[in-house]
């Protein structure tokens, strides 16, 4: 062992000084051990980035697409390692907890509250960007797909192969699938398809102990709570295998807006009695925001009526007249395309090439906040017209609600098949976001949204008031990051996510993490 210690202690020497550290401080203790264990000076400036690095800030800010977690103010990480082996996963885990630093997981960056990112404690992130390879197996319809990568990354992986095999995931192409699989994950295909998380048929973690898992070794239990319950509340998960879901070589996408004087109400109030019972092949969304309106310097409110069809338009077309004439769907509103360009096309997307399915920074970034909500039971034209009226405040200037429908698949699966339970009887996700840019509007802008959410109260679910776990909101309610959080604290948020499963999350979690090394915010806990 002192042989060991004697072989690397220059290049120990060498790391510590350009890093500003020394081994006095736990920090330095901290880099000292992730160090000795990767033992490779060309590897080490490649995984560790240290504060002193001029490589730090665009390292961390490279997948930050929440301005509001990348201020002055912002703690910032003392470390941010981004390995690019397994065995380096296992070191940063050994190191973080061998010296006291909590441990953020960061996959993509698209989290709405910053957890994977910010902790108020001294903390390092695991940032796993160098794990994203997409592997398409289109014989057996399977892919294995690393954390890191992006949900475009996949989608790119599997339409260079295959017009004929899509998955059924998000439309935003820039999320990191570690965290939009750990929650579920619910797109256009959902009607058809069920969740992205439905789908997910193996997957290999490092565990809090460094143990490398995969299906078999990990059990069903925790294999369970992995596909909906926060993987980084578990676990490390690197990589997932997931089965591709069949598409036709042509969809149909449309989009019929609507403002406040051409009866937006009234059409979204007969929408909500019909989009969950029309066929399965049918997926209908509705977007609300502010817009200009015919009357110069005015403003009004539009509900834009989008769907994704799979099947051409002429099916389409007679199918909407019958089930929803009062759309007033037309040929012209209408287009043909592959199912991988209808990912283009919902993210605002130009959709002659889909190479920009590759680019990670093709959005820009912006400071936002979100709150999500399931309903249940249709809403009156009265509180539909409440709701659109509180979008011509001044605070709701880049404010936008997605309504986006349920019921086919989502009512055929059992509430406790996974961790996410929002399925049967749902006939709507409803997810608000307001947007700013200013910081000096940040406080306004986060007060109308929670406005909105207060007013939403009459017509969102009841007991508990459901939201969606990958929308995280820590208005909910949020855990002791140092020191114990009871069940019963925990469980203020957690049966919002979860509902009777959040119970089973947490026993799940006291016997794979009983000491709490992952966690954060709205992590589940241990008992």
Same mark, same amino acid.
């Given at each position: 062992?002192?042989?060991?210690?004697? &072989? %690397? *202690?220059?290049?120990? +020497?060498?790391?510590?000084?350009?890093?500003? @550290? /020394?081994?006095?401080? $736990? !920090?330095?203790?901290?880099?000292?051990?992730?160090?000795?264990?990767?033992?490779?000076?060309?590897?080490?400036?490649?995984?560790?980035?240290?504060?002193?690095?001029?490589?730090?800030? &665009? %390292? *961390?800010?490279?997948? +930050?697409?929440?301005?509001?977690?990348?201020? @002055? /103010?912002?703690?910032? $990480? !003392?470390?941010?390692?981004?390995?690019?082996?397994?065995?380096?996963?296992?070191?940063?885990?050994?190191?973080?907890?061998?010296?006291?630093?909590?441990?953020?997981?960061?996959?993509?960056?698209?989290?709405?509250?910053?957890?994977?990112?910010?902790?108020?404690?001294?903390?390092?992130?695991?940032?796993?960007?160098?794990?994203?390879?997409?592997?398409?197996?289109?014989?057996?319809?399977?892919?294995?797909?690393?954390?890191?990568?992006?949900?475009?990354?996949?989608?790119?992986?599997?339409?260079?192969?295959?017009?004929?095999?899509?998955?059924?995931?998000?439309?935003?192409?820039?999320?990191?699938?570690?965290?939009?699989?750990?929650?579920?994950?619910?797109?256009?295909?959902?009607?058809?398809?069920?969740?992205?998380?439905?789908?997910?048929?193996?997957?290999?973690?490092?565990?809090?102990?460094?143990?490398?898992?995969?299906?078999?070794?990990?059990?069903?239990?925790?294999?369970?709570?992995?596909?909906?319950?926060?993987?980084?509340?578990?676990?490390?998960?690197?990589?997932?295998?997931?089965?591709?879901?069949?598409?036709?070589?042509?969809?149909?996408?449309?989009?019929?807006?609507?403002?406040?004087?051409?009866?937006?109400?009234?059409?979204?109030?007969?929408?909500?009695?019909?989009?969950?019972?029309?066929?399965?092949?049918?997926?209908?969304?509705?977007?609300?925001?502010?817009?200009?309106?015919?009357?110069?310097?005015?403003?009004?409110?539009?509900?834009?009526?989008?769907?994704?069809?799979?099947?051409?338009?002429?099916?389409?077309?007679?199918?909407?007249?019958?089930?929803?004439?009062?759309?007033?769907?037309?040929?012209?509103?209408?287009?043909?395309?592959?199912?991988?360009?209808?990912?283009?096309?919902?993210?605002?997307?130009?959709?002659?090439?889909?190479?920009?399915?590759?680019?990670?920074?093709?959005?820009?970034?912006?400071?936002?906040?979100?709150?999500?909500?399931?309903?249940?039971?249709?809403?009156?034209?009265?509180?539909?017209?409440?709701?659109?009226?509180?979008?011509?405040?001044?605070?709701?200037?880049?404010?936008?609600?997605?309504?986006?429908?349920?019921?086919?698949?989502?009512?055929?699966?059992?509430?406790?098949?996974?961790?996410?339970?929002?399925?049967?009887?749902?006939?709507?996700?409803?997810?608000?976001?307001?947007?700013?840019?200013?910081?000096?509007?940040?406080?306004?802008?986060?007060?109308?949204?929670?406005?909105?959410?207060?007013?939403?109260?009459?017509?969102?679910?009841?007991?508990?008031?459901?939201?969606?776990?990958?929308?995280?909101?820590?208005?909910?309610?949020?855990?002791?990051?140092?020191?114990?959080?009871?069940?019963?604290?925990?469980?203020?948020?957690?049966?919002?996510?979860?509902?009777?499963?959040?119970?089973?999350?947490?026993?799940?979690?006291?016997?794979?993490?009983?000491?709490?090394?992952?966690?954060?915010?709205?992590?589940?806990?241990?008992?």
């Amino acid at each position: 062992m002192k042989f060991l210690q004697l &072989s %690397v *202690l220059p290049l120990l +020497i060498v790391i510590l000084s350009l890093n500003g @550290a /020394t081994l006095a401080h $736990p !920090y330095g203790d901290f880099l000292h051990c992730l160090s000795l264990r990767i033992s490779n000076s060309s590897t080490i400036s490649k995984v560790i980035y240290t504060q002193n690095n001029p490589s730090y800030s &665009s %390292v *961390l800010n490279a997948s +930050i697409h929440n301005a509001r977690f990348s201020t @002055a /103010t912002t703690p910032k $990480p !003392y470390a941010i390692i981004t390995p690019r082996k397994t065995s380096h996963v296992q070191s940063t885990i050994y190191c973080s907890d061998n010296h006291g630093f909590q441990l953020r997981i960061r996959s993509g960056g698209h989290d709405v509250e910053g957890v994977s990112y910010v902790s108020q404690v001294p903390f390092v992130i695991l940032d796993l960007v160098n794990f994203r390879e997409v592997k398409v197996d289109t014989e057996n319809e399977v892919a294995w797909v690393q954390s890191g990568a992006t949900t475009g990354e996949l989608y790119y992986g599997i339409a260079s192969k295959t017009q004929t095999l899509g998955f059924p995931a998000g439309i935003c192409h820039t999320i990191g699938i570690g965290g939009h699989l750990s929650g579920g994950g619910f797109g256009v295909l959902g009607r058809k398809y069920g969740l992205a998380v439905d789908h997910v048929i193996d997957a290999k973690l490092v565990d809090a102990n460094g143990r490398v898992l995969r299906r078999k070794s990990m059990g069903e239990d925790l294999f369970w709570a992995i596909r909906g319950g926060g993987g980084n509340t578990f676990g490390v998960v690197l990589a997932w295998k997931v089965k591709l879901v069949p598409v036709p070589p042509v969809v149909t996408v449309f989009t019929v807006n609507k403002n406040l004087e051409q009866n937006a109400t009234k059409i979204f109030h007969r929408w909500q009695y019909i989009a969950h019972k029309l066929p399965k092949d049918l997926f209908t969304t509705v977007w609300v925001m502010k817009v200009n309106s015919s009357q110069v310097g005015k403003k009004t409110v539009q509900a834009g009526f989008r769907g994704m069809f799979l099947g051409g338009v002429d099916e389409l077309l007679p199918l909407i007249q019958h089930e929803f004439p009062e759309l007033g769907l037309a040929k012209e509103n209408c287009t043909q395309m592959s199912w991988v360009q209808s990912i283009l096309y919902f993210g605002g997307l130009p959709i002659q090439t889909v190479d920009i399915l590759l680019n990670r920074h093709a959005l820009p970034v912006s400071s936002l906040k979100a709150k999500t909500d399931f309903v249940r039971e249709p809403m009156s034209e009265t509180g539909i017209e409440g709701f659109m009226n509180m979008f011509l405040e001044e605070e709701a200037d880049f404010a936008i609600t997605m309504i986006e429908a349920f019921g086919g698949r989502m009512d055929e699966i059992r509430e406790n098949e996974l961790p996410y339970p929002h399925r049967a009887g749902i006939l709507f996700e409803s997810s608000y976001f307001v947007q700013w840019t200013n910081e000096a509007d940040a406080g306004l802008c986060i007060n109308w949204i929670r406005r909105l959410y207060s007013y939403m109260a009459s017509y969102a679910s009841k007991s508990p008031r459901e939201a969606y776990y990958n929308y995280k909101d820590l208005d909910l309610g949020t855990n002791n990051i140092i020191g114990y959080t009871s069940y019963e604290q925990a469980s203020v948020w957690g049966l919002k996510y979860f509902k009777n499963n959040f119970k089973r999350l947490v026993q799940i979690k006291t016997k794979v993490d009983p000491m709490n090394f992952f966690r954060n915010e709205q992590s589940i806990p241990p008992l």
